[in-house]
C-alpha cells in the first residue's frame, strides 16, 4: 500500500548525490540569495518610520535629577528607574491666538517602559493605563489631545516623566507638539504598522494554530503538527496578553510572556527537524530548559531576578534556535534542492536578521529608534510555513489522485478478468449441464429404447420360429421413446402434468391387454409443486411407474390396476404419495417368493427412487401387489450422469 493510501505523504526522494564542485556551486548560490536578503531587510530595516512635520518636533531638553541638557532620542543607561524616575522638562510656544483655534496634542512616537506627560503641571497621559502600550517588545506610540484651557500665548512647559522596569534600558524618542490635525497622521500610520498590522498577523496565526492542533489530535503519527501549533499558540499569547503595569504582578506574568520567546523558538526547531523528516535527537529537550527555569522563576521570584536571569538565557536560547534552524534547513536544500526548503530557509534568513537587528537596536549599535521588528518578521516565517504546508497538502492530493486513479484501473481490469472469469464458468457449466442432459438421456434411451431395439432384432431373427410379433416390441419401443420425450418437457415442477400424459400412455396400453385402470386423485391438489424438479426427476418416477405396471400386466395376471394421488402432511412438510396396486396373484404365485419378481425390475425400481430422495415400499400377496412411492418434500440434486 502507497503513503498516500494510508493518509500519510510520501517522503520527498533526495536528489541525485552531488561531487564537491557541484555543492560548492549550490551552497554559494544558496548563501547569494540569503544575502540578498539580508541587503532587501536592511533596506527595509532603514527606511524611515513615519513622522510628523519637522517643524513640531522638539529635540532639546533637560533631565532631571540629574539636572543636564539632554537631545532626544535620549538613551538611559539604567534599566531600572521606578524608585526615582527621571523627568524630561521640554519648552514650546503655544498656538496664535484666535478666535476657533485648532485643537493641539502631544505625540511621542516611541519610549520605553512607560511614560506621563504633563503640560505646564497638568497631567493628561498615563501610558500605564494602557498595559499593551507598555510592552518593551512593541514599537507602540501614544499621543494626548492638550486641553485648550492649559496652553498659554507665550512659553509652555513640557514634562515627561519616564518609567523603566527592564529588561530594558530606558529610551525616549523625540516628541512632537502641535496642531492635533497635523500630527494625527502620522500617528495613525505607526499604530498601522506597529499595532494593527501585528494584531491580523497574530490573528492569522492563531486561526492558522488551531487548525494545526486539530491536524494534530487527528493524526498523532505526525507530531510536527502538534509542535508548530505550540509555537504559534505561544507567539499569539505574546501579542494579545498584555501584563498590567504593576510592580508585583507585572513582574510575575510578563516575565512569564517573556519566557514565552525561548519556549517558542524550541518548538519552532521541533518542527522544522520533523518537517523536514529528519530524525529528532533527545538531546533536542533541553532546548526548553531555559524557558522552563525563566517560568519558573518569574512564578517563584520577584521581578529583578527574572529580568536578570532572561538577559542571560532569552537571547541566546533564541539565538542558538535560529542559527541551528538556519543551518538544518541548509544542510537539507544542498541535499534535496526543492522550493520548499529553500523558501523555508529564507524565512528563516528574515527572522534571524531582524532578530539581530533589534539586539544591536538595544545595544545602541544599529539604529537610536528602538523600533523592534522580530515580532513582526516572524509572521514572514509563518507565511512561508502555511505555503509550505499548502504545498504539501496539494502534493499529498496529487499523490491520492494519482494512487486513485491507478486503483481504478486496476478495479477495471479485475472487473474485466472476473467477466471473462465468469463467463467462462458459465459456458462450462452449460457445457456440464448438456453433457450430463446427454448422458443421461443417452442412459435412458439404451435402459428404454435400445433394450426394445435388441428385443427387435432378436424377434426379427427368431419370427420364423413362431415367437412374439416385431411390431409388439416397436410399440414398446416406440413408448418408452415418447416417455423420455415427455420427461423433457418444462413442466414448471408440477409433477401431475407428466402423470397426465403418462395416464394416457397407461391406459391404452392397459386397454391392449384387457385390464382396466382406476385412477384416483385423493387430494384436491394431486401433488404438491416442487420448482427444484428436474427432467431427470421425471423420468425416474415415469419409469419407476412404468415398471410397475408392466410388472403387473406380465406377471400378476391382474384384471385392475388402481392408481391413487395424493398430498400428505410430514415432518418436513407436504409431500406426495402415488400408489400402483393391483388385485393379480401377487409375487409368490409367480414362484419368485419373497425375491420379488424375476429379473432386475425391482432393484432398478429401488435406484431410481434413491435417485430422487423417494422412498419405495413394495408389499405382495396372494390379493395382489401395491408399490407406494412417497415423494420427498424437496427434490435432490441428480448426481452427475443420473
Not at 518636533?57 to 539636572?67: D, F, I, K, N, Y
Not at 488551531?210 to 501579542?239: C, D, F, K, N
Not at 409375487?587 to 419405495?616: H, I, S, V
Request: net charge neutral; glycine share 10%.
Amino acid at each position: 500500500m502507497t503513503e498516500a493510501a494510508t493518509g500519510r505523504e510520501a517522503p520527498e526522494a533526495p536528489a541525485a548525490p552531488m561531487g564537491a564542485p557541484r555543492i560548492a556551486l549550490w551552497l554559494t548560490g544558496y548563501l547569494a540569495l540569503q544575502a540578498l536578503i539580508v541587503g532587501l531587510c536592511l533596506l527595509l530595516a532603514t527606511l524611515p518610520a513615519p513622522e510628523p512635520p519637522e517643524r513640531y518636533g522638539l529635540s532639546q531638553a533637560r533631565l532631571e535629577p540629574a539636572g543636564r541638557a539632554v537631545t532626544l532620542p535620549h538613551h538611559l543607561d539604567t534599566r531600572y528607574t521606578m524608585d526615582d524616575p527621571p523627568l524630561f522638562r521640554l519648552s514650546f510656544g503655544g498656538p496664535p491666538a484666535a478666535p476657533a483655534r485648532e485643537a493641539w496634542a502631544v505625540m511621542l512616537p516611541r519610549f520605553t517602559n512607560g511614560v506621563v506627560v504633563a503640560v505646564n503641571g497638568v497631567e493628561i497621559l498615563d501610558s500605564r493605563r494602557t498595559p499593551s502600550a507598555n510592552r518593551p517588545d512593541r514599537s507602540t506610540p501614544a499621543i494626548a489631545v492638550v486641553p485648550s484651557v492649559l496652553l498659554r500665548p507665550g512659553p509652555n512647559e513640557l514634562t515627561v516623566r519616564l518609567l523603566v522596569w527592564g529588561p530594558l534600558t530606558g529610551f525616549l524618542d523625540r516628541v512632537y507638539v502641535g496642531p492635533d490635525a497635523a500630527l494625527r497622521p502620522a500617528y495613525e500610520r505607526r499604530v498601522l504598522l506597529f499595532e494593527t498590522l501585528p494584531v491580523v498577523l497574530a490573528a492569522w496565526q492563531s486561526i492558522l494554530a488551531v487548525i494545526l492542533g486539530m491536524m494534530w489530535l487527528m493524526r498523532r503519527h505526525e507530531p510536527e503538527y502538534g509542535a508548530l501549533a505550540a509555537s504559534m499558540a505561544l507567539g499569539v499569547t505574546q501579542t494579545f496578553i498584555s501584563a498590567p503595569s504593576g510592580q508585583s504582578l507585572y513582574g510575575g506574568l510578563n516575565a512569564v510572556l517573556i519566557a514565552s520567546a525561548p519556549l517558542e523558538s524550541a518548538f519552532a526547531v521541533v518542527f522544522f527537524v520533523l518537517f523536514l523528516g529528519l530524525k529528532l535527537p533527545r538531546a533536542a529537550a533541553l532546548l526548553f530548559l531555559p524557558g522552563l527555569i525563566i517560568t519558573v522563576v518569574g512564578l517563584l521570584a520577584g521581578p529583578v531576578p527574572v529580568r536578570r536571569l532572561y538577559l542571560l538565557l532569552g537571547p541566546f536560547t533564541v539565538m542558538f534556535c535560529l542559527v541551528s534552524t538556519a543551518v538544518i534547513i541548509a544542510l537539507v536544500f544542498l541535499r534535496r534542492r526543492d522550493m520548499i526548503t529553500l523558501l523555508l530557509g529564507s524565512a528563516v534568513t528574515v527572522v534571524l536578521f531582524f532578530w539581530a537587528f533589534d539586539i544591536f537596536s538595544i545595544l545602541d549599535v544599529a539604529s537610536d529608534r528602538r523600533i523592534f521588528f522580530s515580532r513582526i518578521s516572524y509572521s514572514a516565517m509563518v507565511i512561508a510555513i502555511g505555503i509550505g504546508l499548502t504545498w504539501r497538502f496539494a502534493r499529498a492530493l496529487n499523490q491520492v489522485d494519482g494512487f486513485a486513479s491507478r486503483m481504478v484501473g486496476l478495479v477495471r481490469e479485475a472487473e474485466d478478468k472476473l467477466r471473462a472469469t465468469l463467463a467462462r464458468e458459465e459456458e462450462r457449466a452449460r457445457a456440464m449441464a448438456l453433457s450430463n442432459e446427454r448422458t443421461r438421456l443417452m442412459r435412458d434411451l439404451h435402459d428404454g429404447l435400445g433394450g426394445q431395439l435388441v428385443s427387435i432384432v432378436a424377434l426379427s431373427e427368431r419370427q420364423r420360429s413362431g415367437g412374439a410379433p416385431i411390431g409388439e416390441a416397436a410399440r414398446a419401443a416406440l413408448r418408452d421413446l415418447r416417455l423420455v420425450i415427455d420427461a423433457m418437457d418444462d413442466i414448471g415442477g408440477d409433477l401431475m402434468l407428466a402423470l397426465g400424459a403418462w395416464r394416457e400412455r397407461i391406459a391404452s396400453q392397459l386397454s391392449a391387454h384387457r385390464i382396466a385402470l382406476d385412477w384416483t386423485v385423493l387430494t384436491p391438489q394431486g401433488l404438491p409443486v416442487h420448482p427444484e424438479l428436474r427432467p431427470g426427476h421425471v423420468i425416474q418416477v415415469l419409469r419407476l411407474l412404468d415398471e410397475a405396471v408392466t410388472n403387473a400386466v406380465k406377471h400378476a395376471g391382474a384384471g385392475t390396476i388402481r392408481v391413487s394421488i395424493e398430498t400428505l402432511m410430514g415432518e418436513a412438510g407436504e409431500h406426495g404419495r402415488i400408489t400402483v396396486a393391483d388385485d393379480g396373484r401377487g409375487f409368490a404365485g409367480l414362484g419368485g417368493g419373497d425375491a420379488g419378481p424375476p429379473g432386475r425390475g425391482l432393484a432398478n425400481m429401488k435406484r431410481r427412487a434413491e435417485r430422487c430422495g423417494a422412498l419405495l415400499e413394495i408389499v405382495s400377496g396372494p390379493e395382489g401387489t401395491r408399490v407406494t412411492l412417497d415423494l420427498p418434500a424437496r427434490f435432490a440434486d441428480l448426481e452427475t450422469g443420473g
